[in-house]
């Protein structure tokens, strides 16, 4: 039956682009419940928000928009909150040197950055931005009050402008990708191009350690145009960041709101059902 509507969804979503679903693997069933539940009330929202665009961002939903990067930095305990704060680190920069990787291409897709553990989605469309590439930077960033059991979110962001390229992972942490070879993150590359644009220098951000991407468990990545939609949690100490780089801001571009149909896809394929990450210890 799952199989089947899974099926039908997959067809449904080719009519507004490519998209990609992972490969997912059960999890605990309470923080599953309370992730899908989570997702399925916010979904009605998402498609109702208005446009307020500053900074390339147009809307924000389920997150807190910042004009520019929050003092003193993103370490953990530095900019605590309730719910994940999003800010431009660069507008109408320049790709330095020969390029930048990045975790995934910007492509529409549906997927988990991980599957059994350490092992990247091949989802994931890892790629270089070339030199002298324009580019607008943001960071997505949730460290949870406190250092709760389990804190969700579910944070929609919307952009004036395509999304080129995604950072997930810290290098601090050790992935694969296909199992067996290595795969290095790309966060910490990103810090530097940020820094050499103009931006906040490299010691404003938690580089090189093993708890800054999202390769941790109950996590969901989707983009559809020039959205980007995260689900999932994070539980102690845990913080999790992502950089999302759009194509420079143009006076008078028209957002690209994400289809209903992905968000119907998105309901269907993670309802009861998110990656597993590494187990972590409170």
Known sequence: MRKAIIHSALRAAALVGHIVVMEIRSMLPVRNIALTALLTGTLAVLQAQHVDAAFGITSVVGGIELAGPPAPNVLPTSNENALPIVFPEVINGVVRGLGVPVDHDGSNVVAAPTISGNVVNPALVDTVIPGGTGFNSYLFHFDPIASPFFAFYVTTINFDNPIIGVQLF???????????????????????????????????????????????????????????????????SEIDQIRILTAPTITGNVPEPAAATCWILIALTCGGAFARRRDRVC
């Open 170 to 236: 810290s290098d601090g942490f050790l992935l694969n990708k296909p199992s067996g070879t290595g795969y290095v993150g790309t966060l910490e590359s990103g810090d530097l191009q940020v820094a050499a644009n103009g931006g906040p220098p490299v010691v404003y951000y938690p580089g090189g350690v093993d708890y800054r991407g999202v390769e941790e468990d109950a996590f969901v990545l989707t983009i559809a145009g020039n959205t980007i939609m995260v689900a999932g949690s994070t539980s102690g």
